[in-house]
């Protein structure tokens, strides 16, 4: 047994797909399929079932890929204290970030921490915030920019700014023309919202004191999948939606969309940098999270440390 054998395991485990799998592995499939046969032979065990249709891990081995994950995390340990001991802020950082923040916050930075950490190489991840938490945990991103996250087991959180959410609505709605926007102002607008899964959605709700989403009427129908449809969606004279400070940056370039501020008390979400506590580059994630700060606009706060 060695690190390439558990390597193929994990890889037909989470593909459930030997081919698959040894696409991700870079060996042809008989090789992988071979060296696991190997392995069971070895150990006398069957680790996978294999039919025509399907490929489905026993109970043995389930309780195999568990340490097989362990010790490939602790592998990689073993390789980023080396890289850390050389140069904490030179190679590859794997960086996940939610699509609600990626398009707005990215081009702001990447410019800047190019030009002061020329080493760091930034490797990128868009996905949704419960996806980007479960890579962290599998040692498949280094860090993930994430909103209003509850520190986990494992992992640390290093908070980085709040973003003020905007009022999205036509500019002849009502609450465009009113001097300030307050809580009990959103109880009766059509909320539109980011489908399931975005935390976006759940934190407009939030903001608007709503417990549950609607499951009848209009508004349940209208679920969208990325912040611009929303925006296309309000044009249309759909509803309003709420816009973090950055989308709202590029949402002003919308001739038939107003954008108005929320002037009460928690109208915002928190970013923070999600990381393994066991992460040695430690100085490339404060790299990261300085050249964050520095390229933040006025309307968006700084959380001080």
């Not at 060296?35 to 680790?47: A, N, S």
């Not at 590859?92 to 800047?112: D, E, F, N, V």
């Not at 959103?186 to 709700?205: F, N, R």
Request: hydrophobic share 45%.
């Amino acid at each position: 047994m060695n690190l390439r054998d558990l390597k193929y395991i994990i890889a037909v485990a989470e593909t459930q797909h030997f081919g698959h799998a040894a696409e991700r592995c870079f060996v042809s499939q008989p090789t992988l399929s071979g060296q696991i046969k190997k392995l069971e032979e070895e150990l006398g065990i069957t680790i996978f079932e294999r039919t025509n249709r399907s490929v489905e891990i026993t109970p043995i081995g389930e309780a195999i890929l568990i340490h097989a994950r362990q010790i490939m995390e602790r592998t990689d340990v073993i390789k980023q204290l080396a890289l850390a001991h050389q140069d904490p802020l030179a190679g590859p950082l794997h960086i996940g970030i939610i699509p609600t923040l990626s398009p707005y916050l990215m081009p702001l930075i990447l410019a800047p921490l190019k030009a002061h950490y020329p080493q760091i190489k930034l490797v990128l991840s868009e996905e949704l915030s419960d996806t980007l938490l479960k890579r962290l945990h599998h040692h498949e991103i280094d860090v993930a920019l994430l909103a209003n996250k509850e520190k986990e087991a494992g992992l640390e959180s290093h908070p980085l700014f709040n973003e003020p959410f905007w009022l999205a609505c036509l500019p002849d709605h009502p609450l465009n023309h009113k001097k300030n926007i307050k809580a009990k102002d959103l109880d009766s607008i059509d909320l539109l919202l980011l489908s399931e899964g975005h935390c976006l959605a759940q934190q407009a709700m939030e903001v608007c004191h709503i417990k549950e989403r609607s499951e009848q009427g209009d508004m349940a129908d209208l679920r969208a999948a990325s912040l611009e449809t929303l925006l296309q969606l309000v044009e249309a004279g759909f509803g309003c939606t709420l816009v973090p400070a950055l989308a709202a940056r590029i949402a002003s370039a919308k001739t038939n969309i107003a954008l108005r501020p929320l002037t009460f008390p928690n109208a915002h979400r928190s970013v923070s940098l999600a990381y393994r506590n066991t992460f040695p580059r430690k100085p490339a994630l404060e790299a990261l999270a300085n050249v964050i700060r520095s390229q933040l606009p006025v309307d968006v706060s700084v959380i001080s440390l």
